[in-house]
T-cell receptor
Framework: AQSVAQPEDQVNVAEGNPLTVKCTYS??????LFWYVQYPNRGLQFLLK??????LVKGSYGFEAEFNKSQTSFHLKKPSALVSDSALYFC???????????FGRGTSLIVHP | EAGVVQSPRYKIIEKKQPVAFWCNPI?????LYWYRQNLGQGPELLIR????????DSQLPKDRFSAERLKGVDSTLKIQPAELGDSAVYLC??????????FGPGTRLTVL
């Protein structure tokens, strides 16, 4: 079985400060890891993914994530937060070769002006 | 390029009534997913299609839910009869194989 944990329901950060949204996972075999963002009344939008290669993955809108195999983590980061980054962020994992992702519960990111 | 299209965006029905949701995936995407997202939760897979074949449907409550993807393009998800607990957002997504998924805006279903 595969699972994802997003330990924080909400993350608050001031505009211009760095942000981190945490994600840990459990999966058999090599993981495929994804981050998606959801704005109000919208579907999920892909941000970035890790399949293989460099542990540091760069994605859309200045976001990046670091794959840490020993800690089974895939935290989302951004050096300087914008108010427009405020949204719901979902981490997802699927085992290599599987088409079925498991999503976390989501973390609400609030960036204060 | 058009994204994933879903309709309707909102639906309010009384319990025991039928309801249907429609999805048109991104052109050329062979894999189509239907998810249910409850408030405060991540999406949960209901069914996955590879072209016109349903290949993962273990989470689909088959006593009341059905789905089809004729000709391997657009898809319809149906609930009959609807129950109060079916109130949720129903998301459709498509992808090329194991790549990232592209989601539609969803249909928010309210069952009264």
């Amino acid at each position: 079985a595969q699972s994802v944990a997003q330990p924080e329901d909400q993350v608050n950060v001031a505009e211009g400060n760095p942000l981190t949204v945490k994600c840990t996972y459990s999966v058999s075999g090599n993981p495929y890891l994804f981050w998606y963002v959801q704005y109000p009344n919208r579907g999920l939008q892909f941000l970035l993914k890790y399949i293989t290669g460099d542990n540091l993955v760069k994605g859309s809108y200045g976001f990046e994530a670091e794959f840490n195999k020993s800690q089974t983590s895939f935290h989302l980061k951004k050096p300087s937060a914008l108010v427009s980054d405020s949204a719901l962020y979902f981490c997802a994992v699927q085992s290599g070769g599987s088409y079925i992702p498991t999503f976390g519960r989501g973390t609400s990111l609030i960036v204060h002006p | 390029e058009a994204g994933v299209v879903q309709s309707p965006r909102y639906k309010i029905i009384e319990k025991k009534q039928p309801v249907a949701f429609w999805c048109n995936p991104i052109s050329g995407h062979n894999t189509l997913y239907w998810y249910r997202q409850n408030l405060g939760q991540g999406p949960e897979l209901l069914i996955r299609y590879e072209n016109e074949e349903a290949v993962d449907d273990s989470q689909l409550p088959k006593d009341r839910f059905s789905a089809e993807r004729l000709k391997g393009v657009d898809s319809t998800l149906k609930i009959q009869p609807a129950e109060l607990g079916d109130s949720a957002v129903y998301l459709c997504a498509s992808s090329l194989g194991l790549a990232e998924q592209f989601f539609g805006p969803g249909t928010r279903l309210t069952v009264l």
